[in-house]
C-alpha cells in the first residue's frame, strides 16, 4: 500500500496580519507595500537629492521600508522608489543590518 498524492502541507502562507492595535500612523513599504505602524519600519529622507536612512525622528516627507525585512532593502525593489539611488540605499540599509546582530 502507498500512500501518493498527499498535499504537502508547506507553510506558503503569508502571515496573518497582527490583530494588534498600535497607536500611530500607518506606512506603507515602498518595496512591498505592506502597511505597517511607523515604529516596524525604517525612515527614508531625501536631502539636496541624496536619499539617506534616517535614525531619528523627523518630520516631513519620507519613504518607508520594513526595518525587519532585509528582503525589503534590495536594490531591485528599491529602485521602483529610489531609482539610480537604489544601490546606495541598499548599502546603507544592508550596512545598518551589519552592525546589529538580530538576524532572523
Ligand atoms: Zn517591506
Not at 513599504?29 to 531625501?46: I, M, N, T, Y
Not at 518630520?59 to 536594490?75: F, I, K, N, Q, V
Given at each position: ?6 498535499p ?61 525585512t ?28 551589519a ?6
Amino acid at each position: 500500500m502507498t500512500t501518493a498524492g498527499l498535499p504537502s502541507p508547506t507553510s506558503s502562507a503569508q502571515a496573518a496580519s497582527p490583530s494588534k492595535t498600535k497607536h500611530g500612523p500607518e506606512r506603507s513599504c515602498v518595496a512591498c507595500r505592506r502597511k505597517r505602524s511607523q515604529g516596524e519600519l525604517l525612515r527614508l529622507s531625501r536631502a539636496g537629492g541624496v536619499w539617506a536612512v534616517q535614525n531619528s525622528h523627523r518630520t516631513g516627507r519620507g519613504s518607508y521600508l520594513c526595518a525587519d525585512t532585509p528582503a525589503c532593502w534590495a536594490e531591485k525593489k528599491l529602485r521602483r522608489a529610489f531609482g539610480a539611488q537604489a544601490a546606495s540605499v541598499s548599502a546603507q540599509l544592508l550596512g545598518q543590518n551589519a552592525q546589529s546582530s538580530s538576524m532572523k
